[in-house]
Nanobody
Framework: QVQLVESGGGLVQAGDSLRLSCAAS????????MGWFRQTPGKAREFVSA????????YYSDSVKGRFTVYRDNAKNTLYLQMSSLTPDDTAIYYC??????????????????WGQGTQVTVSS
């Protein structure tokens, strides 16, 4: 079964760190770039970060640059998002997604063809 399953969300305090994981199955994980998006109620899904299939290229939104780190372990078919210096503005449901093969517009939600169910991150002040 082709799927993505996120984990690692939770309730933390401002300034804390958290690591999200996204386990992929049912396809060749190392052939696809991957991304992280987040969403809050009433708002569109927002790009957070992306990583190339090999992990050699990474991309971040301005709001998380310098605080979040995306990486992947292709041997474990797993994508990660290490988040530090969290603030209440980071509170959201975080989703991992698979970028369609050959696509490069990693900031655009519609370029992704597979999504996980999401994991809630709540940062208290």
């Amino acid at each position: 079964q082709v799927q993505l399953v996120e984990s690692g969300g939770g309730l933390v305090q401002a300034g804390d760190s958290l690591r999200l994981s996204c386990a992929a199955s049912g396809y060749s994980f190392d052939e696809f770039a991957m991304g992280w998006f987040r969403q809050t109620p009433g708002k569109a899904r927002e790009f957070v970060s992306a990583i190339s299939w090999s992990g050699s290229n990474t991309y971040y939104s301005d709001s998380v640059k310098g605080r979040f780190t995306v990486y992947r372990d292709n041997a474990k078919n797993t994508l990660y998002l290490q988040m530090s210096s969290l603030t209440p503005d980071d509170t959201a449901i975080y989703y991992c997604g698979r970028l369609q093969y050959g696509r490069t517009w990693y900031e655009r939600e519609r370029e992704y063809d597979l999504w996980g169910q999401g994991t809630q991150v709540t940062v208290s002040s």
